[in-house]
């Protein structure tokens, strides 16, 4: 009698243990792949960002320009020069572009090089203008910008490697890309028959 209690109860054991192993088991394959896909969803954005996106042109590598600072500072406004030769941030809702509408080409302030076109602008809100793709991939370089204890990707023109803004994931499709710039480093250039908004052209 006591040594089939004693297998009874080895079976409930045996049995209460295969259950949580069964469990156990569910929730690997439930939450795993959750978090296996979150991370590579991250890790894919992150390189899509750096990457600039699928196909955004086939423009050629432009050839580099160099210049001595006191070359660039005899042809940029001291705004200019301290956003593309200094990385500096014009502040929020200030530049001359944030709010611009009219078709046309946004081209690099230091060096004409064609950037991002107004069929790519979008309004984000931020007070900077903002792109969802450049006219070409070939036209802007990417670094890893880890300044202000935060890890971000800056953007740079690959002529002349003037500082423009920054690139985040968090822009509209198609590629969900927001390349924040600033106007100071961009040289708007208006599409021929465009409506004329010069009020906004100012710069703040």
Known sequence: MERSEQTMASRKTHSRRSFLRRLGQGILLLGVPAVAESAFTGARSEAFAKSGGEKQGEGQMPEKIFKTEQEWKKILTPEQFNVLRKKGTERAF????????VKGIYRCAGCDLDLFSSDTKFDSGTGWPSFWAPVSENHILKEEDNTFFMKRVEVLCA??????GHVFTDGPPPTKLRYCMNSAALKFVEEKGARIKTATFALG
């Open 159 to 164: 002529r002349c490697d003037g500082h423009l």
């Open 94 to 101: 200030s530049g001359a572009y944030h709010d611009v509408k």
